[in-house]
C-alpha cells in the first residue's frame, strides 16, 4: 500500500464582475489501493495512476507525496514545536548531514523527526511514557532509522552517556536544570538552544549558563501570511504569533 496526495485547486465563477468562490482549496494524503470518497464523487483507485483526475466540475492533481506531507499528519501531543521555529533554529546552529543532536523533551517526536531528515543522527530524551511511545509510532510512519529514543532524565548527568554532541536542543518546562548535562555532552564549539513558552524561563535559562557557554541571543518568530488574491493584497486575519523564545549558547570551554 502506498500513498498519494491529492490537491484541488480553488474554483471560481463570474458573477456581476465579481468571482465568487464555489469550491475551496482541498488536500488528501490518501492509500492509492482503494477508492476515496469526496463530496463532488468518487476518485476511482485506477484513477490515482493518472496526474490529474476530473469529478464532475472539480480537477484533483495527484501528486507523489514528499516528506513533510506524511510529517504534517503524524500524530502530536498539546503542543510541538512548530516549523517557523524549527526553521530558525537550523538556521541559527548550522545543523547539516554531519551534526549529531541530543533532543530533550521527545514530547510526540516532532522536532527529532523534522531534524533526523537533516543530520546524522538524533538522540531523544523523555520521562514520559505515553511521550515515547507516540514518538516511536510517528518514527515508525515516518521510517525514520536514525532516532535514538531514551527514557531517562536529562537533568541527571550521571546517567547520561553521550559525548561530542553538535548540538543539545531542550524543550522542557525548567532547562537551566540541565545546563550541567550540557556541559557534559556538548563537543567544543557546540550548540546549546532552549526552547521556552516564557520569558521567566528565558531569563532563568541564561542567568544557569557558566563560564563555559558564550551566551548568543533569544529570539522570538513571528510567521505573518498573506493574501495575494486579483486586487486582494493584506494580511491573513489569522498569523502565527507567539509560540515560544529561542535561546541559542555556545560552548566555549571544556
Request: proline share 2%.
Amino acid at each position: 500500500m502506498g500513498k498519494k496526495l491529492l490537491i484541488k485547486k480553488e474554483r471560481k465563477v463570474d458573477a456581476e464582475g465579481r468571482k465568487i468562490v464555489i469550491s475551496r482549496f482541498e488536500k488528501h494524503l490518501i492509500n492509492d489501493d482503494k477508492d476515496f470518497n469526496t463530496q463532488f464523487g468518487v476518485i476511482k483507485k485506477n484513477n490515482l495512476k493518472k496526474s490529474s483526475v476530473k469529478v464532475g466540475k472539480e480537477e484533483f492533481f495527484v501528486l507523489e507525496p514528499s516528506f513533510i506531507d506524511y510529517y504534517k499528519q503524524i500524530k502530536r501531543l498539546a503542543q510541538i514545536i512548530t516549523l517557523k521555529d524549527i526553521g530558525a533554529i537550523i538556521a541559527n546552529t548550522g545543523i547539516n548531514k554531519d551534526s549529531i543532536v541530543l533532543d530533550a523533551g521527545t514530547g510526540s517526536g516532532g522536532l527529532a523527526c523534522f531534524l533526523a531528515m537533516i543530520v546524522k543522527k538524533v538522540i531523544s530524551y523523555d520521562i514520559n511514557d505515553k511521550h515515547l511511545e507516540i514518538a516511536k509510532k510517528n518514527i515508525k510512519t515516518l521510517n525514520i532509522k536514525n532516532i535514538e529514543l531514551k527514557k531517562r532524565d536529562i537533568f541527571n548527568n550521571k546517567n547520561i552517556k553521550e559525548k561530542n554532541i553538535n548540538i543539545f536542543i531542550l524543550d522542557v518546562t525548567e532547562p537551566w536544570k540541565a545546563v550541567n548535562t550540557a556541559e557534559k555532552v556538548l563537543k567544543l564549539g557546540g550548540f546549546l538552544v532552549s526552547y521556552s513558552p516564557n520569558i521567566n524561563q528565558v531569563e532563568r535559562f541564561v542567568k544557569a549558563l557558566t563560564d563555559k557557554f558564550l551566551y548568543e541571543r533569544t529570539i522570538e518568530v513571528i510567521e505573518r501570511e498573506w493574501a495575494v488574491k486579483e486586487k486582494v493584497l493584506r494580511p491573513r486575519m489569522k498569523d502565527i504569533g507567539h509560540t515560544g523564545f529561542l535561546t541559542f549558547a555556545r560552548k566555549i570551554k571544556n
